[in-house]
């Protein structure tokens, strides 16, 4: 039945556009791509991309009083990537936030942690990050870095990602890659690009063993997507996107603080580390297993010279299975640990096992973009509409069973209970939206920029057996400014202002909250940003940004009987920073991707006045990174490479008692090109952490209070050779 509602709507929503397309005399031109160009045929990569899709604009970077950052596939493949935690490394805004082997992995930007629902686009479509990413297929990564309430409604303030897929090329190429790393993992990866008689296809395949660091953790995967396009006359082109993707592995659950004091809280860091640990290997161990299919329909069609019309639609479905030997407090104490470990690394082990979670959305896309002149101003216009549903259908019982106590540094051996008790949470949520932009020139050197978007939100939930319901229904209103002055021919200094929304409903729990079951009122973050952007030669990009964003949240004030009433707003966090960035290519032989962020991330309201003054944990101070890529002139093809990263002032705890030690990490490789048997060839050399340092990389906090800690991966060795056919 979901297939066939998705159909149906693919249809309609190509039916409405062609009506649209018929009816109007005016629309926009569709965006004009680069065509890429494969890495096989360079031997550096291209990081000076002044194109994104994901500001709304469809201006270019250097241009628009946006901080957006892309990592292209150059880029990932130079640096051998395997997971988008590795490519966070890239750019110093963006943070891990409770990524582990074997799990979906997420991230922060700015500070704010982007949902999983929300914040994500494929090809400028929402998409759900409730599943492992394959990179194997994406052209580049995009990030909006701030509030993106005009670009995508209600979300987290911290940004906006979007995922933009390979698409077929002129020319006709198959790449071969097979890759391996000292722990015998191995991968093997194919690129095709094809054209028959105008039509365009592109297929891209893998296949991976995946041998991890940490202790039963190895898995596998595979990985096959397509790409079609076809131009169907001079002013119409249709192009389709598919892809399938398995994953299996176990996944690696963090550690806690230890209770050094006896209080019940952990408030010490372990002191050794053990990145090879992992409390999820009994022998009953199940792996995360991940199933996942997604497909996506585009027609565009230019009206005219300065209007074109775009619509979109996609579908998504995720089978998961989610289970783990998982640890949570510690009862082997005087007083029971919570959030923690006991003092001498005891933990409490519970046996999770959520098996059959169906996930699905589907989302479409609406737009016209065109081009008016009015009183000698030049404005180009987007409006549109769009509208996704999200859906989670779960099993009607997980089984979460305290089964004994393990320890962080005697691992013990216990017995199993995957007796599903507990009941599960089924969730809906559906959202139509229209949404209007316009950029104009007012001169050779003023650019403003102004948007709207509307969201009608409807969201509910309920537990298996219909109990604990809620429902919220609202509608809100996201505006963005922003305006460009460029002082020079090189130079520009830009500022915006902008909103973006979150909403959110009081548990329907009524023994816990007063009003329980409560719709809150919109949460508002608003965001004020000053930047400049210096092209410094035609192929090297320097952007600097100034930023607050303030964000509110709901908190609970105490009552009388027990209780608690949530309110909206009653806790606030001001995230105030400074951002710097350089991307692009030095010189013929240097090219680099630098950036720098530092951010005061603290609470300014609460209802506990002890968190007001302290920082936001697991956000740091200081963030840098700094790739460079060196063509050697006296071997041609040779080239060297290096990733130096590097962060402190992260607060583990509420109170800022713990903080993370400072820790760097460099990462080096080196790429040959060479022509094997007439075949064009890359043969490449990675290290990850080459100087093998061992350190806390993150400590996020979750929602239900249990704070974690996840180390770095040890010292590993890529090789791969890539191969033209």
């Not at 065509?35 to 628009?64: H, M, Q, R, Y």
């Not at 074997?102 to 686009?121: A, D, H, K, Q």
Request: glycine content about 8%; hydrophobic content about 35%; some cysteine.
């Amino acid at each position: 039945m979901a297939h066939t509602e998705t159909s149906l709507s693919i249809a309609v929503a190509l039916a409405t556009a062609t009506l649209a397309v018929n009816a109007a005399s005016q629309t926009t031109p569709t965006t004009e791509r680069t065509e890429p160009i494969t890495v096989s045929a360079k031997s550096a990569p291209v990081l000076d991309i002044d194109n994104a899709e994901v500001g709304g604009f469809g201006a270019p970077i250097s241009k628009t009083p946006q901080s957006i950052a892309v990592v292209g596939s150059d880029l990932i493949t130079a640096t051998a990537s395997q997971s988008l935690s590795q490519v966070l490394k890239l750019d110093a805004s963006l943070t891990d936030s409770y990524n582990t082997t074997g799990f979906i992995e997420s991230l922060s930007v700015r500070g704010f942690l982007l949902t999983n629902e929300n914040n994500f686009r494929r090809n400028g479509l929402a998409t759900s990050n409730y599943a492992p990413i394959a990179l194997e297929n994406i052209e580049r990564i995009e990030v909006l870095k701030g509030v993106a309430g005009l670009q995508s409604g209600v979300s987290a303030p911290g940004g906006l990602v979007n995922y933009v897929t390979k698409t077929p090329l002129r020319d006709a190429f198959s790449t071969v890659m097979l890759g391996v790393d000292q722990r015998g993992g191995v991968k093997t990866h194919i690129d095709l690009n094809r054209t028959f008689n105008g039509l365009g296809v592109r297929v891209n395949a893998a296949s991976e063993q995946m041998h991890s660091h940490a202790d039963r953790a190895d898995g596998r995967r595979t990985f096959v997507s397509a790409a079609l396009a076809v131009a169907l006359n001079e002013r119409t082109s249709v192009s389709l996107n598919a892809e399938h993707h398995e994953r299996r592995q176990p996944s690696v659950p963090g550690v806690g603080l230890l209770d050094s004091d006896g209080d019940g809280v952990g408030e010490t860091l372990p002191g050794r580390i053990n990145p090879s640990l992992n409390l999820n290997n009994q022998s009953w161990s199940l792996p995360f297993e991940a199933k996942t299919s997604t497909a996506q329909l585009t027609l565009n069609h230019r009206l005219n010279n300065d209007w074109s019309a775009r619509i979109s639609a996609n579908t998504q479905r995720s089978k998961i299975n989610d289970r783990i030997a998982f640890p949570d407090g510690c009862g082997n104490a005087a007083t029971y640990v919570y959030p923690g470990l006991c003092a001498n690394g005891d933990v409490d082990i519970y046996d999770y096992r959520s098996d059959d979670e169906q996930r699905a959305l589907s989302s479409w896309d609406a737009q016209l973009n065109g081009r008016v002149t009015t009183g000698g101003i030049e404005h180009t216009l987007r409006l549109g509409a769009s509208g996704r549903k999200i859906t989670l259908d779960a099993s009607p019982r997980q089984a979460y069973n305290y089964v004994g106590s393990s320890n962080i540094f005697l691992p013990t051996s216990l017995p199993s209970n995957g007796e599903a008790l507990d009941l599960n949470t089924d969730n809906r949520e559906r959202t139509t939206e229209l949404y209007a932009s316009v950029h104009s020139k007012i001169n050779a050197r003023w650019l403003s920029f102004a948007g709207i978007r509307t969201s009608k939100l409807s969201r509910g939930s309920e537990r298996s057996d219909g109990s604990r319901a809620t429902s919220i229904e609202q509608t809100v209103s996201t505006p963005w400014i922003g305006s460009s002055y460029a002082v020079s021919d090189d130079t520009t200094l830009y500022a915006n202002w902008g909103q973006g929304v979150e909403l959110d409903v009081v548990p329907n729990r009524s023994s816990r909250f007063v009003n329980f079951g409560e719709a809150l009122p919109a949460l508002k973050s608003k965001q004020v940003e000053l930047g400049a952007k210096w092209q410094v030669n035609p192929r090297l990009l320097a952007t600097a940004a100034l930023f607050e964003i303030n964000k509110p949240f709901a908190d609970d004030l105490r009552q009388a009987d027990g209780r608690s009433l949530r309110v909206a707003g009653a806790k606030t966090a001001r995230h105030r920073g400074a951002e710097f960035t350089a991307a692009g290519r030095i010189n013929d032989a240097l090219s680099l991707q630098a950036s720098l962020m530092a951010l005061d991330a603290t609470f300014t309201r609460a209802v506990d006045p002890t968190l007001v003054g302290t920082r936001v944990t697991n956000v740091p101070r200081l963030k840098a990174s700094l790739f460079a890529d060196y063509k050697v002139t006296a071997l041609r093809g040779l080239s060297l490479n290096s990733l130096l990263t590097t962060e402190r002032g992260k607060n583990v705890n509420a109170d800022g008692s713990t903080r993370l030690p400072s820790a760097w990490q460099l990462d080096a490789g080196l790429s040959y090109q060479r022509t094997v048997w007439n075949k064009a060839s890359t043969w490449r050399i990675n290290v990850e952490n080459l100087s093998n340092r061992i350190y806390w990389r993150e400590a996020p906090t979750q929602s239900w209070g249990g704070v974690y800690l996840f180390p770095s991966t040890p010292r590993t060795v890529r090789a791969s050779v890539l191969i033209d056919f």
